[in-house]
């Protein structure tokens, strides 16, 4: 498993600008991009679909993190392959066949990952831990990028960390909402090894910098 990885989010990215941003990020240190997708039905907002990724798939050099807050995210699985996925994250939430919503994703040829909401246990990945390349503890409630980090995140961090290293695979670790440089550490600590940022890096005056300083942290 490679060291901490800052996957910023384009959700507070200028999309009016969005080829410029994307220049950016690749001029950072930032490793992944994350793309939050929202239905307007899982959660109480929506944000772009396909045009966007594949706007951005084609200016960026780097590892595109797809975060579906969808529901039935089955349906559109393909789609976001072909639109230049490297990770598909879905809700477990809202896959009532969460282990062949995971197949589905790696025969499309992409790393599978599952999140969880702040309301849902780490228990619910118990039964799909060996499958996956990625688990994500949402640390906010899915919906806007702003909003405050929930502090029992931390602990569940530690709960999933337990949970990978049962299962001896390499899984990535991610974070997702409210992450900044005052809870980052803790994050770390706690056994995480991707941290989402939004407005913490897009709202800064040198975003850039700010993706270093995340990484400086460790
Ligand atoms: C929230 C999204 C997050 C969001 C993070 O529903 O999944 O990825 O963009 O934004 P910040 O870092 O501002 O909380
Ligand atoms: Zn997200």
Redo the contacts with the bound molecule.
Sequence with gaps: MEKLIIAP?V??ADFANLAKETSMLNESAAAWI?I?V?DGVF?PNISFGFPVLEAIKKHSTKFLDC?L?IEKPERYIAQFAKSGADMITVHAEACPHLHRTIQQIKSEGCMAGVAINPGTPVSVLEDVIEDLDLALI?S????????SFIANSIQKTSQLKTLINSSGKDIYLEI????NKNNAVDLIQAGANVL??????FASVDPKSTIQELLDLV
């Design positions: 989010s959700l507070a994350h939050d929202m959660v975060h807050m949402m906010v409630n899915p919906g806007f990028g702003g909003q997702d909402g409210g992450v989402v940022a939004g407005s913490f890096v």
